[in-house]
């Protein structure tokens, strides 16, 4: 199934979604709490750091172009300094904000947190929320569905992400909805409270368990009662589709047709869930306006939520991180990409700030020194990218005995290394081509090549890349340990 996740990354086209909705910028104060106020009975927090991040609607567009898909944004901000944040860190990030409209009657949306650091973790101690929640002028409402219509011609998807702020209440989501249907653009909506009436008609929704129970009228604690609660919530809105996510036990789909799907994630290890719901939709979102399947669509999101609560804050979640746990999750073999989806992961990689190590070698009989020897070259970046000669290249190189094992299962060895990111297989005498397409930060390669000439140095010391030797643990070799087994035959 991780083969099969991995070839429906590498085939998604990167397609172009609006997102409409409540942008709130989320700020963050952090620092360590030593004692207790005087004037009450109250953690004092030493001021450290403050940052801001686009969050709400904003947090979405921000993780859909972590996932390189070209997105625009519709909804408003105050005439203030903090709106003016939330554009400029979207645009940073490429997303278009000519649909960010400013409503002088209101102050932008911002949520912060004040977050207590300890040597082992942080925890949010206090947030203070500062928001109008009106209903929009009817110049604005106007505005923002004139946005939407001129966007209808160019999208494959609309993404209403309500918080319920004003913005997607009443009848301004009800005719984005019906103008989207017209043009035959999907709308998948991150929903808020109980009355999903305004939602009527959309392509899907993703409720969490606790939203859908509240529409149903009754508590979601079991996959059945997911299950029935999903069930009526698409019959009621008239939906094809019903994601609700279910934190730690994953994801279920619901059709039209009545035929439901669990799709469970990953235990993992809950640092802060806060942006996770994001994170899925975000996937969610890409998938659908790519064409994949509701189900596949709900498996890709399951990972992306998974990464995001194992990280403190908000965080984007891209193709890159997605594939490497996909590849990881059953290990081995799973880790063996085309060029062609490397490429692409590497692509997400790079914009993440993530650096890339390359190194290459046939790795036939993995010993201590092969071991020894990648974990080093791993913690020269965040990426270790390997380029394993096929079989045969290899006999080419080592004559007409070798490989001892076969290409998919060295790559099956390597791959249970939890060191190892990716393998790309190649077919040339040398990984000239190979580095060329990777364009590593750190090409690594063994000490005993330093009087040999490193293939790919020029290339890489080019464009400031480095390239460095690793030390070698002595007495082991793949040649010596064939040597050895013969020699007890």
């Known amino acids: 199934m991780s083969q099969d996740l991995l070839k429906v990354i590498e085939s998604m086209p990167e397609p172009e979604l609006l997102v409409i909705g409540d942008a709130i910028l989320d700020r963050y104060v952090s620092g360590h709490v030593g004692r207790i106020s005087p004037e009450g009975p109250i953690p004092v927090l030493l001021h450290e750091e403050e940052y801001d991040k686009a969050g709400g609607m904003a947090a979405v567009a921000r993780n859909l172009a972590r996932l390189n898909a070209r997105v625009g944004v519709a909804g408003i901000v105050g005439d203030d300094k903090d709106g003016g944040l939330i554009r400029s860190r979207l645009a940073d990030l490429g997303v278009h904000c000519a649909g960010l409209i400013v409503d002088p009657s209101r102050p932008t949306t911002l ?9 082992h973790a942080r925890q949010q101690i206090l947030r203070v929320d500062r928001e109008v929640t009106d209903p929009l002028s009817d110049e604005i409402e106007a505005a923002l569905l004139d946005v939407v219509r001129h966007a209808l011609g160019r999208v494959q998807a609309l993404v209403l992400s309500d918080y319920n702020k004003g913005v997607l209440q009443g009848a301004l989501c009800e005719r984005i909805i019906e103008a989207a249907r017209g043009a035959g653009v999907p709308v998948i909506v991150d929903p808020k409270g109980s009355d999903y009436s305004r939602y009527r008609g959309a392509t899907a929704v993703t409720p969490n368990r606790k939203e859908a129970g509240e529409h149903a009228g009754f508590a979601v604690e079991t996959l059945d009662q997911a299950s029935a609660a999903a069930e009526r919530i698409v019959a009621d809105l008239d939906l094809d589709h019903c994601y609700v996510t279910l934190d730690r036990d994953g994801i279920f789909v619901m059709n039209r047709d009545g035929r439901g799907e669990h799709t469970p994630t990953q235990p993992r290890e809950v640092y802060d869930v806060t942006g996770a719901g994001d994170n899925v939709i975000a996937v969610l979102a890409y998938s659908l306006a790519a064409g994949v399947d509701p189900v596949t669509a709900a498996k890709l999101a399951n990972v992306a939520g998974s990464l995001a609560v194992e990280a403190f804050g908000v965080v984007t979640i891209g193709w890159d991180e997605i594939a490497t746990r996909v590849a990881t999750k059953q290990g081995g073999v799973a880790k063996l990409v085309t060029s062609d989806v490397l490429k692409r992961l590497l692509r997400g990689a790079r914009a993440s700030g993530r650096k890339i190590v390359f190194t290459n070698g046939c790795f036939d009989i993995l010993h201590p020194g092969h071991v020894d020897y990648l974990r080093r070259a791993s913690e020269l970046g965040h990426l270790l990218v390997i380029g394993l000669n096929d079989d ?61 000439g490193v293939v790919g140095r020029e290339f890489v010391e080019s464009y400031g890349g480095k390239v460095v030797l690793v030390d070698l643990v002595d007495g082991h070799s793949t040649t010596s340990t064939i040597e050895r087994a013969n020699r007890k035959t």
């Open 111 to 119: 949520k912060t947190r004040f977050v207590a650091a300890s040597q």
């Open 392 to 452: 045969a290249s290899v006999r080419r190189l080592k004559g007409p005995n070798r490989p001892v094992n076969g290409l998919e299962a060295r790559a099956a060895v390597l791959g249970g290394l939890s060191v190892v990111d990716y393998i790309v297989p190649f077919g040339e005498d040398t990984p000239s081509d190979l580095i060329e397409l990777v364009r590593p930060d750190i090409l690594a390669k063994g000490a005993d090549w330093a009087d040999k």
